[in-house]
């Protein structure tokens, strides 16, 4: 008798970090909160795990985050405002908001790095298999990564990590990956991992990026996972134990991805994501693409 996967239905969004990239602005606001052209990031992130079947969504917040649970709810004397002028195109933009997904928060009161917050998710996941979106990367919505990756975790199962091929000189800003092929092209078997190497310690230039799907198993392992690299939990050393021992929670594979990624977590990429997102856009783009040209043109 075959065994029928869980079906994954629940995101965890660890958006607990204090975002000194960006200081003075998230001094008083969540990095999470600043606008990408006119939403904020988090609800970027948020969107994908919906569209990605994801309905439930846990967002693991700290310290002076409370804009995040704010935005996601209802606002009646703004509603009501818009309602009043008869502006039905700004109502719905503040109504999508909240009511995109069945939302929940904790707390995690101790910094202790992106493997504690996680762990912080265990009495919401429960037993089940779970997806975990970073809110610095933004993965374009026409290239589905995690779709792709709770189908792979549903074939395979296990947890399954997202990997890009990145510039060798970068790798140290990331975990990276030794990995072997599978019967997939996009598709590969991980079997060790390394927190953000050196260039020539790394076993590859596959990067790991801000999208897994895990094996409620990584929960036990991360409760015995030692601080690591900054003296904080990490969750890529809590994934190292589940490749090197599938016994604790099922083999880890990889979801190779080649599609449009946007880093929020870095000043420049940050420009360079509200820029190409403006571009792209109907109502903003033709007449910014014009005078983007002719700044480029005329003033560099």
Not at 130 to 151: K, Q, S, T, W, Y
Not at 236 to 241: E, G, P
Not at 248 to 264: A, C, S
Request: proline share 7%; net charge negative.
């Amino acid at each position: 008798m075959t065994n029928t996967p869980t079906r994954i239905s629940k995101a965890v969004i660890p958006a607990a970090g204090l975002g000194t990239r960006f200081l003075p602005a998230t001094k008083s606001t969540p990095k999470e909160m600043l606008p990408v052209v006119d939403k904020p990031a988090i609800q970027y992130v948020v969107e994908e795990a919906v569209t990605a079947g994801l309905p439930d969504v846990l967002m693991v917040t700290g310290r002076n985050k409370r804009p995040l649970e704010d935005h996601f709810d209802r606002n009646y004397e703004l509603e009501q405002v818009l309602r009043d002028k008869g502006d039905e195109a700004k109502l719905a933009k503040v109504e999508e908001s909240s009511a995109l997904a069945t939302m929940h928060y904790v707390r995690q009161g101790d910094p202790k790095g992106l493997g504690h917050a996680v762990l912080c998710a265990e009495p919401h996941v429960g037993d089940q298999p779970f997806a975990v979106l970073l809110g610095d990367d933004l993965i374009d919505p026409r290239d589905p990564l995690l779709a792709r990756m709770i189908e792979v975790q549903q074939e395979h199962g296990g947890s399954v990590i997202a990997l890009m091929e990145v510039d060798p000189a970068s790798i140290h800003l990331y975990g990276a990956a030794a990995a072997q092929a599978t019967g997939e092209n996009d598709v590969v078997r991980v079997s060790d991992l390394v927190e953000k190497p050196a260039a020539a310690d790394a076993p590859s230039n596959l990067a790991i990026i801000g999208r897994y799907v895990l094996d409620p198993g990584v929960f036990e392992v991360l409760r015995k996972t030692q601080p690591g690299r900054g003296g904080e939990i990490q969750l890529t050393d809590a994934l190292q134990a589940l490749a090197a021992d599938p016994s604790l929670g099922g083999p880890v594979h990889g979801v190779v991805f080649g599609g449009r990624r946007y880093d929020t977590g870095d000043r420049a990429d940050y420009l360079r994501a509200i820029v190409r997102l403006a571009c792209e856009r109907d109502d903003l783009g033709p007449d910014f693409r014009t005078w983007l040209r002719s700044y480029v043109s005329e003033e560099m």
